[in-house]
């Protein structure tokens, strides 16, 4: 089995930074051997992908509304990947996931990951 757990959000003004954290665990998971990712959820709003890193960490993806304030890295030997957020904005308010593939290479879409967190709350307040 595997666990995803994130830490890290809360509320933050406009302009404002959090770093999101997810920590993997498992018995037979091998946390360099998985791309992971990160989704959110606003309410009311479909789940929708935010950021991903593949396994050794050298290709990363992002959605653009996040381009040039977020950034997504891993540590692998903490069995760790982050969601660096600067410059929020109202609109960033949601649950943000943290997400593993099974895949051999990065996915963005939400279908294409295998495990997943239970979420923790983002409010940006204006």
């Known amino acids: 089995q595997v666990q995803l757990v994130e830490s890290g959000g809360g509320l933050v003004q406009a302009g404002g930074s959090l770093r999101l954290s997810c920590t993997a665990s498992?018995?037979?998971?091998?946390?360099?051997?998985?791309?992971m990712g990160w989704f959110r959820q606003a309410a009311g709003k479909e789940r929708e992908f935010v950021a991903a890193i593949s396994r050794s960490g050298g290709s990363t993806y992002r959605v653009d509304s996040v381009k040039g304030r977020f950034t997504i890295s891993r540590d692998n030997a903490k069995n760790t990947v982050y969601l660096q957020m600067n410059s929020l904005k109202p609109e960033d308010t949601a649950v943000y996931y943290c997400?593993?593939?099974?895949?051999?290479?990065?996915?963005?879409?939400?279908?294409?990951?295998?495990?997943w967190g239970q979420g923790t709350q983002v409010t940006v307040s204006s």
């Open positions: 997400a593993a593939t099974l895949r051999s290479w990065v996915p963005t879409r939400r279908s294409e990951y295998d495990y």
């Open positions: 498992g018995r037979a998971f091998t946390f360099s051997s998985n791309a």
